[in-house]
């Protein structure tokens, strides 16, 4: 069965601070992608990025960067110097591939507060 | 390009009352649609996925239905709510080709029964 492991529940920073979330994800397929969604105080969720089981290779937008390992079974998701425009709830979710994406499975979600 | 839209915002109706929510999406054809519900303070649950007019997936038994009358519109129905049913329900889309699985959300719908 698939599972995605949110440990932190909330995370307080002051502006400009680099902040991770962590993500830990349990699944049997060999094939499965990985996603971050963003879900700021209006509720919409924001699709951010997603990672392919295949596909190790970290990746950097702007302030934003995943690791992606494999071997610890994690996605992690840092956020270099911190905006207050950040605060918002953030989602790691799991797809398998044998379920044609249509069974994507959330986290519980990490609260993001930045603090000017 | 494509945008995905909810109505009503915001809901409030007394228990045992019907439910109806719409979402319609518009810039693409053939779309995966879906139903979620999250919980205050908590992460999504899937609810119903839909590949096709008329074709409907539920994952989880309740008291929700959902039905897909043309390809771009899904609608959350129930003919009595009750107290638990209360929560933020999106709707999502995804692209209809194998390979893109990434959801794009609605902007959702504030449901409280009481």
């Known amino acids: 069965a698939q599972k995605v492991t949110q440990a932190q529940t909330e995370i307080s920073v002051v502006e400009k601070e680099d902040v991770t979330l962590d993500c830990v994800y349990e699944t049997r397929d060999t094939t499965y992608y990985l996603f971050w969604y963003k879900q700021p105080p209006s509720g919409e969720l924001v699709f951010l990025i997603r990672?392919?089981?295949?596909?190790?290779q970290n990746e950097i937008s702007g302030r934003y960067s995943w690791n992606f390992q494999k071997s610890t079974s994690s996605f992690n998701f840092t956020i270099t110097a911190s905006q207050v425009v950040d605060s918002a709830v953030y989602f790691c979710a799991l797809s398998e591939g044998n379920t044609g994406g249509f069974k994507t499975i959330f986290g519980a979600g990490t609260r993001l507060f930045v603090k000017a | 390009s494509q945008t995905i839209h909810q109505w009503p915002a915001t809901l409030v109706q007394p228990v045992g009352s019907p439910l109806s929510l719409e979402c319609t999406v518009e810039?693409?054809?053939?779309?995966?649609l879906y139903w979620y519900r999250q919980a205050a303070g908590r992460g999504l649950q899937l609810l119903f996925y839909?590949?096709?007019?008329?074709?409907i997936s539920s994952e989880v038994p309740q008291n929700l239905s959902a039905s897909r009358p043309q390809d771009r519109q899904f609608i959350l129905s129930s003919k009595k709510l009750l107290l638990s049913d209360s929560g933020f329900y999106l709707c999502?889309?995804?692209?209809?080709?194998?390979?893109?699985?990434?959801?794009?959300f609605g902007p959702g719908t504030r449901l409280t029964v009481l």
């Open positions: 999502a889309w995804s692209f209809g080709l194998s390979g893109s699985v990434e959801q794009f």
């Open positions: 839909s590949v096709g007019i008329g074709q």
């Open positions: 810039g693409t054809s053939n779309p995966n």
């Open positions: 990672r392919n089981s295949f596909d190790e």
